[in-house]
């Protein structure tokens, strides 16, 4: 007895078993996954990251706009401000939120002041960019100075 394939005894054609299609559609459904899977992790990576460079960009911004305040009328505060969308526009609505600190320090026996920023979005995500201004006496102005910068992503 011969067994019936798609293409009949009668032409001599073999064909495929059910059987046979049956396991390469399982194959193909397997691989389909598989690369789903693997495309669906890029898009959340790249929205990570671009959510990360974009909170970087604002903690920066702000830590140039405390600095520029200028040594001597920068004050012990806290503050906060947003919320911020993608491109940094305040009041958007966006996921962002910064805040920030500066307190006073000594940096190598001279006086100091730290800065912290710290922004946060939806998802739990936060960077903080922090950074110490020294007030250089005016004898050692045309020395090397010591600047300090330093930045961590918290998850």
Known sequence: MNATFFGGPETGDTGFSLVELLVALLVLSVTALGLTKIALMTTSGNTQ???AAAAMVLAADKIEELKN???????????????FDG??????????????????????GLPGKEIVVQ???????????????VDVPEEVAGMPTAFVESWNQVK
Do not use: Y
């Open 119 to 133: 922004v946060s979005w939806s998802g739990g995500d936060e960077v903080r960019l922090s950074t110490v201004l």
């Open 49 to 51: 990251s671009k959510d």
């Open 69 to 83: 305040t200028g040594f001597a009328r920068l004050s012990d505060h806290e503050g906060s401000d947003g919320p």
């Open 87 to 108: 491109g940094g526009n305040a009041g958007s609505g966006g996921p962002f939120t910064r805040s920030w600190q500066v307190e006073t320090v000594t940096f190598e």
